[in-house]
């Protein structure tokens, strides 16, 4: 019913930055929070950031100050700008999104199919 697209992952030298996006499609009549999620290999999934409809924001304590969360609600996609990159942030990363359903005025829970960054030292 909601599709969320991501891209702008790949490889990436330390101390490198990269962008991410996700573009949200469907049944939409409202995107509640949209974030990103990241989970390394042997690790859980952990929040990286999010970021309310009105633009309030949430970061992960390992990334604030170098990662920036923002979205375009006309477009409904979020984007991730990651800067000064260390190899700890080699992840998979999933774009969420808590939508409000159009049509039936349900809420749910959407994920992207994750993309891949790995930074390198």
């Known amino acids: 019913q909601v599709q969320l697209v991501e891209s702008g992952g790949g490889l990436v030298q330390a101390g490198g930055s990269l962008r991410l996006s996700c573009a949200a499609s469907?049944?939409?009549?409202?995107?509640?929070?949209m974030g990103w999620y990241r989970q390394a290999p042997g690790k859980q999934r952990e929040v990286v950031a999010d970021?309310?409809?009105?633009?309030?924001?949430n970061y992960a304590e390992s990334v604030k100050g170098r990662f920036t969360i923002s979205r375009d609600n006309a477009k409904n996609t979020v984007y991730l700008q990651m800067n000064s990159l260390n190899p700890e942030d080699t992840a998979v990363y999933y774009c969420h999104a808590d939508v409000t359903l159009r049509g039936t005025g349900f809420r749910d829970d959407y994920w992207g199919q994750g993309t891949q960054v790995t930074v390198s030292k």
């Open positions: 970021i309310t409809s009105v633009g309030s924001t």
């Open positions: 469907g049944r939409i009549l409202v995107i509640n929070t």
